[in-house]
């Protein structure tokens, strides 16, 4: 087990005038569960592969424990890159699936039979050690592959989007075994994915990365709820947080007549103007015409609750990550009286669920 | 949705296969060979005319990515499977979306390594399978290409007299860079290796195996034979400028191993007393490119080297060693090569390749004039091998079936 910290550690490829990972900070904790997440081309996996030894690290350091690899081979530093493509023999009994690698290494009879012993408690796999894989079921062989990741009793497992191949279904349960799997064996895990749902459902924190550059490492209800600018704001969340352009005034920012209130100092040198993030849950419908008017254009209906989407007579801005493009005015309402199709309504956030960030740096503004 | 066919070459028959419905699901009429297991995507054998593809049904984003990566690897001319298309939008009968299709060509007498160990073979396979493997990997390698998931079901052999020449079959996992670091390097190693030795050692478990052959020495021998050839491609060499003919030298050693030399940089130190030579490009196909030249014939590298010698043999005998090499070439071709690759009956051209075949027949003269104890005419080694040795091989132009023993992993669940 052990801590794995990213010390300013950056990769710049020759004859790329940026670097693709640049001066990162990160420390994780023993045993904690990290996730990179990020849009394409955002380093996230570059980063990790900084870690493995994949990936020359042009500055700074990578430290596992108390010890520096930033120079090690891969297979000098003790992690295990847990690979989608596992396959199993057919031939070998499930033991023998899960501990060849281990004999590989050198690791005496004994210590590997312990070992696959440990790993098949954890997985419920010990009535099947002497079956071949052809006997299990689907999850079963599933688990097999994991105890071959999990015998070698590595200080980090790393996972480049692992389920990746997988179909909606089986991404999500697998994502729950992997979590608590990981959380079992409370082994180090950095965990790559483009995907902002799985880095929220999996990570004990998760870090942003955009251009190379982290944007925000935190814990998911941290990332959801103080989003460090506007980037994360957009980037985390399904649907997406509303983003606008709004003019401040005294006391706070106008939306159409109606004032949210803003702490004065927070809004001390900002400017005119102030980018206003709020979520789709955090709206109310207005009984009088204040707040932003908006055309409803779409109503999808949940049951409990529905979401509309439509157009705000308001400067939004552009989405970003996976939400990208799609700009219209997300809000979640009551789902027994939604408004319908081309009506025109008025929404307020509720009070203290604003997201203020300083329009040109883009930077949250206030906690 | 739409049915959405890429493909280079386009084939009205292509959409007469049932796209809607699910591969594995898919009539055997349509089939080329019968699946015999499963493997960890579904893969099915299909004939289009004179064709057999070899059709994967994997996610839209990953079939795009898995066909781009084999053009590129293609035109970068690293021995790798032909891609022929994806198929986008397929949906069932009832509009339920269907993955898409990624759709390769077979490889003409090509082997999976499962086919090879299911026939009685020379003792040194594993290791000219290495040998084969260790080649395959370096020439990636050079390119800048990381695999990602090296191991011997994800490649497909090719007989190279008495050889084997490998050819990429999965790119799945690939990654094309500029160049590649020494830790991706390492990395491919260290995952060839544990691939290889499970897949031996399974085979070891099912009996196939050949006694002698330990799965874990196999296995590292592919690290030690990647390296010598790195090496000996890549590796800077010093000498004193007085030893120049060792840059001849390095590339006569070069062309030996097969490469040509594109580019070498030669440096000489600020007192111009020792010189540092390191090839910079190298490019593979010394032997199977100087033959393509001399006699217009495409085969493997080691049968070329082989169809050389005996050109260079028959230049001798001919005492024609002044003559224009083109021409001589081309009778050797019309009077030696051909007359004994088109005695091969038809009903037996399915067992090896041509080139194949005048190597082998090159051989079986060698071994009855050793026991004879005189020479024996080719035309009478020509007949007892037609006769006796070639009958009795199996059929390899169309040997089928990736990996199919290899169990699902991911792609089955509970």
Known sequence: ??????????????????????????????????????????????????????????????????????????????????????????????????????????VDKGEIRKRVEEAAKILDLTPYLDRKPKALSGGQRQRVAMGRAIVRSPQVFLMDEPLSNLDAKLRVQTRTQIASLQRRLGVTTVYVTHDQVEAMTMGDRVAVLKDGILQQCDSPRRMYDHPANVFVAGFIGSPAMNLMDVPVTEGGVDLHGHTVPIAREDLAGVGNHVTLGVRPEDLDLSSDASGIPVTVDVVEELGADAYIYGTADAKLLEATGENAGAVPFIARVDGRRPPEKGEKIYLKPKTGHVHVFNADSGLRVGD | ????????????????????????????????????????????????????????????????????????????????????????????????????????????????????????????????????????????????????????????????????????????????????????????????????????????????????????????????????????????????????????????????????????????????????????????????????????????????????????????????????????????????????????????????EPAEVFHEVLEHRWYMSERAGHDTPIEEALRDYVSTVLPAKPEEKAVLGVDTEEMPVISMFD
Request: hydrophobic share 40%; proline share 5%; with cysteine.
């Open chain 2, 1 to 352: 949705m739409t049915l959405e066919i890429t493909t280079a070459r386009p084939e009205a028959a292509l959409l007469d296969l049932p796209w809607s419905t699910p591969l594995e699901e898919w009539p055997e009429s349509y089939l080329a060979a019968l699946p015999r297991g499963i493997s960890r995507h579904v893969v099915r054998f299909v004939r289009l005319g004179p064709r057999v593809l070899a059709v994967k049904e994997i996610k839209d984003d990953i079939a795009d990515r898995e066909y781009a990566m084999l053009r590129n690897l293609r035109r970068l001319d690293v021995p790798s499977v032909e891609p022929f298309g994806v198929v986008h939008g397929r949906t069932t009968s009832d509009g339920e979306p269907l993955d898409a299709c990624l759709i390769t060509k077979h490889l003409q007498f090509s082997l999976p390594y499962r086919a090879l160990y299911s026939q009685n073979l020379r003792p040194d396979t594993a290791v000219r399978l290495m040998d084969a493997l260790a080649l395959l990997l370096v020439r990636l390698h050079l390119e800048g290409f990381w695999w990602g998931d090296v191991s011997l079901s994800n490649t497909l052999f090719r007989r190279d007299a008495g050889a084997f020449a490998a050819y990429l079959v999965d790119a799945e996992t690939g990654e094309l860079h500029a160049r590649l670091s020494d830790g991706q390097r390492e990395h491919d190693l260290d995952i060839a290796r544990i691939n290889i030795a499970g897949e031996l050692m399974d085979l070891a478990a099912g009996g196939f195996l050949e006694e002698h052959a330990d799965p874990f020495e196999v296995s590292a021998s592919i690290i030690e034979r990647y390296h010598t050839l790195w090496d000996a491609l890549t590796g800077t060499e010093r000498f004193e400028s007085g030893d120049r003919w060792r840059v001849d030298e390095r590339i006569r050693r070069l062309n030996e191993l097969g490469f040509d030399v594109d580019e070498l940089s030669i440096t000489t130190d600020i007192g111009g007393t020792e010189i540092v030579i390191t090839p910079k490009v190298v490019d593979a196909g010394h032997h199977s490119r100087r033959l393509l030249r001399l006699t217009g014939l495409d085969v493997g590298e080691n049968q070329a080297r082989r169809l050389l010698n005996d050109l260079d043999a028959y230049t001798a005998a001919t005492d024609r060693q002044g003559e224009d090499e083109e021409i001589v070439a081309h009778d050797w071709l019309t009077r030696v090569y051909e007359p004994i690759t088109r005695a091969v009956p038809r009903e037996l051209t399915s067992r090896l």
């Open chain 1, 1 to 106: 087990m052990a801590t794995v910290t990213f010390d300013n550690a950056t990769r710049q490829y020759p004859g790329n005038p940026v670097p693709s990972v640049d001066k990162l900070n990160i420390e994780i904790a023993d045993g904690e569960f990290l996730v990179l997440v990020g849009p394409s081309g955002c380093g996230k996996s570059t980063s990790l592969r900084m870690l493995a030894g994949l990936e020359e690290v042009n500055g700074g350091r990578i430290l596992i424990g108390d010890r520096d690899v930033t120079n090690l081979s891969p297979k000098d530093r003790d992690v295990a890159m847990v690979f989608q493509n596992y396959a199993l023999y057919p031939h070998m009994t499930v033991a023998d699936n899960m501990g060849f690698a281990l004999k590989i290494a050198g």
